[in-house]
C-alpha cells in the first residue's frame, strides 16, 4: 500500500515539522512494515508555473508535427513578456493553460532545462506532459490545466508535485492499513493525536425509510452477508478526471482511467472499500448475489471467458453472471464512453470464498486483495453514498432517490479476555487502564474490571481471540519496551544421546573430505522411478501433502538419495565434477497399520491421552538415515602422481566411519538392491541385523539422475547401529611389531570381508592390524579362483614377539581362513 503523505494528513492532525520518515518510524514501531520512503518531486528545481498560451504558429518543414508557442507566464520570466518555446504536441490550442518549466529548472530524473535554438526558432524553457512532472504514465500529449488556473503561479505547489509517499507492505492480518483510513488511524494513535474517519459521512434523508433503488437480493448468505446498491443519471461521459485526483492515484500507484471508474478506486484507496459501477442500460431484471450454476460462464473485464466454478461467488441479472463478485466485472455492463445512467455497488463478501475464487481462476485484482483480508462490513453504505456524490459533484450526475440494502444477519464477535493477560504473555506490568485505554484506541469497546469483554470494531475481523488482544495492546505500547532476557535452561539438560551421534557422524563424515548438504524433503513420483525401484518396494509407498510447497515434488521423502542426487547433479553442472556429498535428515515410511486421516484436535481445549495416541499412530516411522553420493576423482592427481576415482570402496568406508562413531563393526556382503548396480553393491550388517546399502549406483539410475558414470553411494539408518558404545583408548604398546604377509587363494565368489574375519578370529588376540594390500586374479590361480594378499600386524602388549609366535598366530589365522572358506595358502 503506497500512501502519500499529504493524503495522510487531511486525516490525521500530524505536527507540521512530521517528516514521512518520522512517521514510517513510528509505523514500524506500531508493526507495520513501511518498506520505502519516496521523495516524490524532491528533485524539481527551478520555475515551474502556469502559462496561458497565446499563440500557435504551426512549422511544416519538418516531418512531425512542430509548433512554435508563444506562452504567457506572467512574471515568472522576470519581464512579463511571452516565453517563445518550441513544442511537439497537438492536443493544446490557443487560449489553454499549460505547465511550463523556465531555463535554469529542472525536471525528475534530473533533466535540466535551458535556453537553446531549435528548428529554426528559440525555445525558452519547455511545456510539459504528466510524464515529465512525474505525476502519470500519459505519453500521448502535454497536461492541460483547467481555465481557471492562475498564470504565473507556482505549479509545484498547484499540482502537488513535492509529496512523500510511504510504501507499506501490509500483513494478511491487517487488511485494514490497505486504505489510508486504516494507516491514518494508527498514525493518529502513534502520535496521539485526533483522527477524523473520512467514512464518517451522514447518509441522506430516507436512507433507511425503505425506499430502494435498484431492485437486488442475496441468494447465498454464506457468500456476501451485505450488498447495496445506489443509482446516478445524467452523468456526463466526458468529464475529467481532476488533476488532484489523478496525482494522488499515480502516487498511489494506480493509473488513471476515466472519472466513474477513477473515484471508485479513489474511495477504495481511501477507505479501504472496493466499488464497482455498472452501465444501468446493460442490466436486465433484479440482481441477485450467488454461487455459480453448472456451466455458467461470463467474459470479464480483461476480455477472457471464464467457466466458473460451482463455488465461485457472482453477481448476477435477468441474463445471468455479470460480475465476479469481490473480484473483477463483467464486460456486458462494463461502463463506456456513453454511459450516463450507472449502478454503483458496495458489498461485503465472503474473504475466503473470493480468495479460493481468485486462487482458482489465477485471477487477482485490488479489489479482491483487499476483500480476501477482511473489509469492514459497515462501509459499504457509506462509501456507496460518497461514490455517488463524487459522481453528481465532479461529473454532473443526478444522485437517484433511494438505497436498496440487503442484508443477512451478522453476530458481533466478543473476546473474553482477562485484563492481565497482555502483562503474561509480554512479561511486561502494564496494568489493566493500560490494556483498556490501547484497545479503545484500536476501535474496540471494552467493558468489565478483572475479566474483559471485548468486542473488537467492524474494520478488524483479525481480532478474534485473546492473544490478538494482547498482540494489539504490546505493539503499541511498545516492543523496544519488552525487556530482552535470556532464557535459563534446567539444570542437567542438554543435547540428547542421539543428538550428539549426530553430531559426530556429521563431524566423522566432514573429517573424512565429505561436504555436507541439505536437501528438501520433498519428491516427486519420477524420482521413485530414477531410482530404479521395484514395484513392491517399500520405497515406492510415499506420503502425500495435503498442501504440497510445489505440485510438482507433493510426497514426502522415504530415502535421502533423490535429494543428493539432485545436488550432486547440481554441481556437476556447474562444474565440480569430483564431489562427495553427505546428508543427515530423516525419511518418512508410513506404517502398514497407519489410518488414512490422522484425527482432528480441538482446539478449545488440550488433547486427551486417547487422542494423543491417536495422533502418534497415523503419523509416519521417522528414522534418521545418512547417506553420501561420490563421482569424479576421490584423490586427486598432481605432480605427485595420477588421482584414484571413486569406488565402491569409498561408499563402503563411508559406512564404516559412521559405523566407528557408535562403536560398531560392520559387515559387508554381497547384495541387489536398487539403486545400486547389482554386481557393485555392498548390504551392510551390524550383527545380524541390516542397517544399509553401499557401493556403485545402477547405470540407468546415473543417466535418470544425471550423474557421471560409475558414481558410488551409501545410505544406512543410525538406529539400526545401536546404541552408541562409549569407546576407551585403547592400550600403546612399546615393544616392536611383528609383520607377516599372507596370499590366500579362494573362489571368486567369496568376500573379501569373510576370508579377513575368519583371519582375525584365528589370529587371536596378538593380531593388531590386518590390511588386504592386494587381489590377484589370473592363470597362476585358476580359473574362479583369486588371491587375496593380507599383511597381518602382530603386538604383545608385555614383551617382543619371537618369530616362532608371530608366524604361530599366522599359521593360526591361515588354519581359520581355510576352515571357514576354504581358502588355500598359495603356493603351497
Known sequence: MRAPLSWLREYVELPAGVTGRALAAELIAAGLEVETVEQAGADITGPLVVGEVLAIEELTDFKKPIRHCQVHVGDANGTGEPQSIICGATNFAVGDRVVVILPGGVLPGGFEIGARKT??????????SVTELGIGDDHSGILVLPPDAPV?????????????????????????????????REAATAYGVPFRDPADVELPVGDGDGQESYPASIGDPTACDRFVLREVSGFDPGARTPMWMQVRLHRAGMRPVSLAVDITNYLMLELGQPLHVFDRGALTGPIVVRRAGPGERLETLDHVQRTLDPDDILITDGSGPISMAGTMGGLATE????????????????????????????????????????????????????????????????????????EAPAERVSVTMPAGHPDRVAGVTYGRDAVVRR??????????????????????????????LAEEVIRLEGYEDIPARAPRPAAGKGLTVEQRLRRRVGRALAGAGYVEALAFPFVAEKDLEGLQLPADDARRRALRLANPMSEEEPLLRTTLLPGLFKVLALNVGRGFGDTALFEIGVVFRPRPDAPERAPRLAVDRG????????????????????????????????????????????????ARTVAREVGVE??????????????????LYAGDTLVGHAGELHPRVTKAYGLPARSCAMELELRRLGEPVTVSAPHVSSYPVAMQDVALVVDSGTPAA???????????????????????????????????????????????????????????????????????????
Open 754 to 828: 569373510e576370508v579377513e574375519s575368519a583371519l582375525r578370529d584365528g589370529a587371536g588376540e596378538l593380531l593388531e592390524a590386518i590390511r588386504l594390500f592386494d587381489v590377484y586374479t589370473g592363470e597362476q590361480v585358476g580359473e574362479g579362483r583369486k588371491s587375496l594378499a593380507y599383511s597381518l600386524r602382530f603386538r604383545a602388549p608385555d614383551r617382543t614377539l619371537t618369530a616362532e609366535e608371530a608366524s604361530q598366530a599366522r599359521d593360526s589365522a591361515v588354519a581359520a581362513a581355510s576352515e571357514r572358506t576354504g581358502a588355500v595358502l598359495r603356493g603351497a
Open 335 to 406: 461502463i463506456g464512453d456513453l454511459s450516463s445512467d450507472m449502478v454503483v455497488e458496495a458489498a461485503h463478501f465472503d474473504a475466503m470464498g473470493v480468495a479460493r475464487m481468485g486462487r482458482r481462476h489465477r485471477l487477482h485484482s485490488e479489489a479482491s486483495h483487499r476483500f480476501e483480508r477482511g473489509v469492514d462490513r459497515e462501509l459499504p453504505l457509506y462509501a456507496s453514498y460518497r461514490a455517488v456524490r463524487m459522481l453528481a459533484e465532479l461529473g454532473g450526475a443526478k444522485i437517484e432517490p433511494g438505497v436498496t440494502h440487503a
Open 607 to 654: 488433547p486427551t491421552a486417547e487422542e494423543v495416541a491417536a495422533l502418534e499412530a497415523a503419523l509416519p516411522d521417522q528414522p534418521h538415515r545418512v547417506a553420501v553420493v561420490l563421482s569424479g576423482d576421490r584423490e586427486p592427481s598432481g605432480w605427485w602422481g595420477g588421482g584414484r576415482p571413486a569406488l565402491w570402496a569409498d561408499a563402503i568406508e563411508a
Open 439 to 468: 484497545l479503545e484506541q484500536v476501535g474496540c469497546a471494552v467493558a468489565g474490571d478483572e475479566v474483559l469483554t471485548v468486542t473488537p470494531p467492524s474494520w478488524r475481523p483479525d481480532l478474534t481471540a485473546p492473544n490478538d
Open 119 to 128: 528548428y529554426g526558432r528559440m525555445s525558452e524553457g519547455m511545456i510539459c
Open 152 to 184: 504565473g503561479a507556482d505549479a509545484v505547489e498547484l499540482l502537488g508535485l513535492r509529496d512523500e509517499v510511504l510504501d507499506i507492505a501490509v500483513t494478511p492480518d491487517r487488511g485494514y492499513a490497505l486504505s489510508i483510513r486504516g494507516i491514518a
Open 666 to 683: 560392520l559387515t559387508v556382503r554381497a547384495d541387489q538392491h536398487a539403486p545400486w548396480h547389482p554386481g557393485r553393491c555392498a548390504a
